[in-house]
């Protein structure tokens, strides 16, 4: 089985930067698996954020969080990092982290092909 868990969420001021962590366990991935963040906000669909292989080749970045989100990856660690700039309040959400262990090239940002989810962390961004 395999678990999930991130952290780093919190209330932080428009403007400011969280950074969130998820770390894996349970299971070891051998096809250089995918690691993603998707967040959720109350009355809408889960969204995808940013994605990254296990050979950290190039992430993907949806449109709307190029320049203000990095992605990184510790595979010793077997943790993603989601560094999160410049927040708006419209980033208030609950983010998940997500592994893709099916896909063995290119990432895809929908929900749907990620196998295992973490709990969620709520991130809160106050005018």
């Known amino acids: 089985q395999v678990q999930l868990v991130e952290s780093g969420g919190g209330l932080v001021q428009a403007g400011g930067s969280l950074r969130l962590s998820c770390a894996a366990s349970g299971r070891t991935f051998s096809n250089n698996y995918v690691m993603g963040w998707f967040r959720q906000a109350p009355g809408k669909e889960r969204e995808p954020l940013s994605a990254?292989?296990?050979?950290?080749?190039?992430?993907y970045y949806a449109d709307y969080v190029k320049g203000r989100f990095t992605i990184t990856r510790d595979n010793a660690k077997n943790t993603v990092y989601l560094q999160m700039n410049s927040l708006k309040p419209e980033d208030t959400a609950v983010y998940y982290c997500?592994?893709?262990?099916?896909?063995?090239?290119?990432?895809?940002?929908?929900?749907?092909?990620?196998?295992?989810w973490g709990q969620g962390t709520q991130v809160t961004v106050s005018a």
């Open positions: 990254i292989r296990e050979s950290n080749s190039t992430p």
């Open positions: 997500a592994v893709d262990a099916k896909r063995g090239v290119g990432i895809s940002p929908r929900s749907s092909d990620y196998d295992y």
